[in-house]
T-cell receptor, first 115, second 112 residues
Framework: NAGVTQTPKFRILKIGQSMTLQCTQDMNHNYMYWYRQDPGMGLKLIYYSVGAGITDKGEVPNGYNVSRSTTEDFPLRLELAAPSQTSVYFC??????????????FGPGTRLTVL | QKEVEQDPGPLSVPEGAIVSLNCTYSNSAFQYFMWYRQYSRKGPELLMYTYSSGNKEDGRFTAQVDKSSKYISLFIRDSQPSDSATYLCAMSAAGNNRKLIWGLGTSLAVNP
């Protein structure tokens, strides 16, 4: 199993440009999450999904959008990129409820710079 | 007050030292307590988890939960340079769509 994969690894955007960060997991996990991590600020939840077709906002959703058309994929869309969106983005996935611990498994991250 | 507090450090210790990393929390509904390790420029990886109170040991690592004090610890025995990383605590209440509440992480350097 590849686990959670993310593309691209790095990206530089100009202010106002748009892009999609890709996330795929091959563990048949129902739950998926997008985080951003800034120095000294910890992990902030952007959006999450409990299954295909179901998404919800996290702590810092402004400026982002998500969709979940399949169990495997959970892309994150940035519209009109701003310097405040410069960050490292992590995708994670988790088993559904049913007696298992709510452990999340992370991808390698996408390092995004907006200039 | 944040739900989970974790001293960001940095913590610097000599090789072979015993390391103690800690988090405090305010939400008594938390039931799962996890420790993640994050190497530089990598994603967090699950190190250990504990359900409710008590201790759990895995090799050189021991996780402790004291629910009465709302305090959790991770001990690393015989620390190695390869243990140099950021350690994040995370906690979860029942339900809540399996969302985790994260500490800021403690940066650890083990010097040879």
């Amino acid at each position: 199993n590849a686990g959670v994969t993310q593309t691209p690894k790095f990206r530089i955007l100009k202010i106002g440009q748009s892009m999609t960060l890709q996330c795929t997991q091959d563990m048949n996990h129902n739950y998926m999450y997008w985080y951003r991590q800034d120095p000294g600020m910890g992990l902030k939840l952007i959006y999450y999904s409990v299954g295909a077709g179901i998404t919800d906002k996290g702590e810092v959703p402004n400026g982002y959008n998500v969709s979940r058309s399949t169990t495997e994929d959970f892309p994150l869309r940035l519209e009109l990129a701003a310097p405040s969106q410069t960050s490292v983005y992590f995708c994670a996935s988790s088993y559904p409820n049913g007696g298992t611990p709510p452990a999340q498994y992370f991808g390698p991250g996408t390092r995004l710079t907006v200039l | 007050q944040k739900e989970v507090e974790q001293d960001p450090g940095p913590l610097s210790v000599p090789e072979g030292a015993i390391v103690s990393l800690n988090c405090t929390y305010s939400n008594s509904a938390f039931q799962y307590f996890m420790w993640y390790r994050q190497y530089s420029r990598k994603g967090p990886e699950l190190l250990m988890y504990t359900y409710s109170s008590g201790n759990k040991e895995d090799g050189r690592f021991t996780a402790q939960v004291d629910k009465s004090s709302k305090y959790i610890s991770l001990f690393i025995r015989d620390s190695q340079p390869s243990d140099s990383a950021t350690y994040l605590c995370a906690m979860s209440a029942a339900g809540n769509n399996r969302k985790l509440i994260w500490g800021l992480g403690t940066s650890l350097a083990v010097n040879p």
